[in-house]
């Protein structure tokens, strides 16, 4: 692969060892401060659907208990229709959980960030303050709670598959594709392949975390624009996800053995990158490094996945004024605004070394750092 293809030379790149502007809150008063990313993504929503399958399966839900007014989004048929109606499947739909209930009535629940699951005894209390609803069976109570002010998590209510197919965003199944849905998917939309991996309209279940430990194990960087992608990188990106995906559901599923899963959180130690800024890679110990945006991070290997150089973007972070980009398509889009115009982004470095265009570009481009002051730190 070329390191001038990869969209990530587009960026202000400077060499790992020089070690600024990535968003270290103990060097950069900009860096945003947050909490792990704690969306449950596919093997942690599977681990759900197995537990609550196993719980529930074949009996009636008695009664939903509502606590939280925002919860219910949908109001026709009414939640009460399923009352005493048996379960009759329980699947995942991308992050989301459906209950397949008799009468083709669906409860689809959406967890979102901080929403979590419990089994508790039959008529268990609905905890106040985090406390969303109750399921109740004859062998127990399944317990939804959200420990956020921002209550997000969501339940519908839907008849029939086409209103379950209402609720999927449409992404493909990433264990079950094969190289060729898979390559099409990737090449759908040209994007940093770590939001199209995140993207669950282009790939069901891959969120934050896992796609962070996925280009890890794919030893890409995730700032590399999906089109600019060979077959041979694609295909190994596809074994890198799948391999991902298998690890995590085995070992999830090993951790909760007969237990109800009560540890869901996309933050684990045994994580290669996710969540390990500054700590050592697992792979070459090298210090794990990070992209910031305002509530989120992505966290890569710099000698493993970008020939040893930050994505930190001085330039960018100055222009910005320490605003960094709240999502993936503003990070995109600042770097669009910094590319010059009608140049293709990859072939940016090659433009500017040789023509007189460049040359000016590179006088104009907020990022151009004079060599003497990338080499003062
Ligand atoms: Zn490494």
Redo the contacts with the bound molecule.
């Keep these: 692969m070329s390191r001038r293809s990869d969209a990530s030379s587009a960026l202000q790149l400077v060499p790992a060892a020089h070690g600024f502007a990535t968003g270290d809150p103990t060097t950069d008063p900009t860096a945003p401060r947050y909490g792990p990313c704690l969306v449950p993504e596919l093997p942690d929503v599977e681990l759900y659907v197995e537990h609550v399958r196993r719980r529930t399966l074949g009996q009636a839900l008695e009664q939903v208990r509502v606590a939280s007014p925002f919860l219910v989004r949908s109001f026709d048929p009414p939640l009460r229709a399923t009352f005493g109606l048996p379960v009759t499947g329980v699947r995942r739909l991308g992050k989301r959980i459906v209950l397949d209930l008799g009468s083709d009535l669906h409860i689809v629940l959406h967890l979102m960030i901080a929403g979590r699951l419990h089994w508790k005894p039959p008529k268990a209390k609905v905890p106040g303050k985090v406390g969303l609803a109750a399921f109740d069976f004859a062998s127990g109570t399944l317990v939804l709670t959200e420990a956020s002010t921002r209550k997000r998590a969501s339940i519908h209510l839907v008849r029939g598959e086409e209103g379950v197919a209402s609720q999927d965003p449409g992404g493909i199944e990433p264990l079950a594709a094969d190289d060729e849905a898979f390559r099409e998917a990737i090449r759908r939309e040209n994007h940093t392949i770590k939001r199209t991996l995140t993207d669950p309209h282009v790939f069901s279940g891959i969120g934050n975390a896992y796609s962070d430990e996925i280009l890890w194990r794919a030893k890409m960087s995730p700032v590399r624009l999906t089109n600019a992608m060979t077959d041979e990188e694609i295909a190994r990106l596809r074994v890198a996800t799948q391999a991902t995906l298998r690890e995590w559901l085995d070992r999830l599923a090993r951790e909760a053995g007969d237990d109800f899963p009560e540890r869901v959180t996309a933050f684990r130690d045994e994580m290669a990158v996710h969540g390990r800024y500054k700590k050592p890679?697992r792979?070459?110990d090298?210090p794990v490094q990070r992209i910031a945006y305002a509530s989120n991070e992505s966290n890569y290997?710099p000698?493993?996945q970008t020939g040893d150089k930050l994505l930190a973007d001085r330039g960018l972070s100055r222009l910005m004024r320490g605003d960094w980009p709240k999502t993936l398509e503003e990070f995109e889009q600042r770097k669009r605004e910094r590319t010059v115009a009608n140049e293709p982004e990859e072939s940016l470095p090659r433009a500017q070394e040789k023509t007189a265009a460049g040359a000016r570009a590179r006088a104009e481009a907020p990022a151009a750092i004079p060599p003497k002051r990338r080499t003062g730190r």
């Design positions: 890679c792979a070459c090298g290997c000698r493993c």
